[in-house]
T-cell receptor, first 112, second 114 residues
Framework: SQTIHQWPATLVQPVGSPLSLECTVEGTSNPNLYWYRQAAGRGLQLLFYSVGIGQISSEVPQNLSASRPQDRQFILSSKKLLLSDSGFYLC???????????FGEGSWLTVV | AQSVTQLGSHVSVSEGALVLLRCNYSSSVPPYLFWYVQYPNQGLQLLLKYTTGATLVKGINGFEAEFKKSETSFHLTKPSAHMSDAAEYFCAVSSYTGGFKTIFGAGTRLFVKA
């Protein structure tokens, strides 16, 4: 069966520091991968999605970037964090050609 | 373009009462529709989905939803609420644009009173 993991689960970072959140999927190949952000009391905002290695689509202009160095690895990064980057970040995956996505456990980021 | 509107950011019901969470969508192509549930500090769990075929879809934990194309709605119901149903619920719509992209509503927090 397929599993998805993301880490770290919780992160407290100062303003201006870099960020790296990592997500990996097991038990499938060539998945579609997604990063969402959930701000406090708000819905989910799609940040990035990827249909293959090195293929990244950005949904909103922002202070973040994403990379997919391997088939089942998806990384969310920032060079300099802003206070507004605080939130709950969720990685998700879907089968290649599939219409359903499945979420990881989420990562809480607090920028102080 | 797709969008999802969930009516009511908070819904409160008594234990044993009917649960009704409303969702309307907008999509330029036939949509795939989903409901997810999120418990505190956790990721989202798929409750049910509509892709094609029967418009009444049954999911886990006794929930079901009905796709009504004429009303562009996909409301979530459960005949009898349980305390363990207290969580946040998200409606979502997906379509293919070089890969499936899923857009979520703002969420509805369900409170269940004893």
């Amino acid at each position: 069966s397929q599993t998805i993991h993301q880490w770290p689960a919780t992160l407290v970072q100062p303003v201006g520091s870099p960020l790296s959140l990592e997500c990996t999927v097991e038990g499938t190949s060539n998945p579609n991968l997604y990063w969402y952000r959930q701000a406090a009391g708000r819905g989910l905002q799609l940040l990035f999605y990827s249909v293959g290695i090195g293929q990244i689509s950005s949904e909103v202009p922002q202070n973040l970037s994403a990379s997919r160095p391997q088939d089942r690895q998806f990384i969310l990064s920032s060079k300099k964090l802003l206070l507004s980057d605080s939130g709950f970040y969720l990685c998700a995956w879907g089968q290649d050609g599939g219409n359903t996505i499945y979420f990881g456990e989420g990562s809480w980021l607090t920028v102080v | 373009a797709q969008s999802v509107t969930q009516l009511g950011s908070h819904v409160s019901v008594s234990e044993g009462a009917l649960v009704l969470l409303r969702c309307n969508y907008s999509s330029s192509v036939p949509p795939y529709l989903f409901w997810y549930v999120q418990y505190p500090n956790q990721g989202l769990q798929l409750l049910l989905k509509y892709t094609t075929g029967a418009t009444l879809v049954k999911g886990i934990n006794g929930f079901e939803a009905e796709f009504k194309k004429s009303e562009t709605s996909f409301h979530l119901t459960k005949p009898s609420a349980h305390m363990s149903d207290a969580a946040e619920y998200f409606c979502a719509v997906s379509s293919y644009t070089g890969g499936f992209k899923t857009i979520f509503g703002a969420g509805t927090r369900l409170f269940v009173k004893a």
